[in-house]
């Protein structure tokens, strides 16, 4: 279900599970966790829930079904893992301009590169 609650995330290769910042994205399956969450910058920070999401991606036809997504408020970024992606059936494909989330052929979502990293408007 989409509840307008718009942003953008990041497509991230080295994250192992989807980390959204704004706990409202995760619909379903919620439960409370307190997980250790180490970023790049080395730094550590907790995940308080986990639990499934719907995002649709801005540009795209369908919205992404993703379980095991947690909820990191203290997340600058929300971060979407390249291989959970291919792990419920999607293909991503990179340019040097831009990022394509496939659903079999059908586009589920677009996202623009910026500096090194690849962003994707989302509504969640």
């Not at 953008?8 to 995760?26: C, F, H, L, P, Q």
């Not at 979407?80 to 792990?87: F, P």
């Amino acid at each position: 279900m989409h509840d307008g609650h718009a942003g953008e995330a990041t497509v991230d290769s080295g994250a192992a599970v989807r980390m959204m910042k704004n706990e409202r994205i995760i619909a379903s399956s919620r439960r409370k966790v307190s997980t250790d969450i180490n970023t790049a910058g080395n730094t550590s920070v907790k995940a308080n829930l986990d639990g499934r999401a719907k995002v649709l991606m801005i540009g795209g036809a369908n919205s992404v079904d993703m379980s095991r997504v947690l909820s990191v408020p203290y997340l600058r970024d929300n971060l979407l893992s390249v291989g959970g992606l291919c792990d419920v059936a999607h293909t991503v494909i990179f340019t040097n301009i831009e990022c394509t989330v496939l659903n079999g052929t059908t586009i589920v979502g677009r996202g623009e590169r910026k500096g090194v990293v690849y962003v994707f408007g989302i509504m969640g």
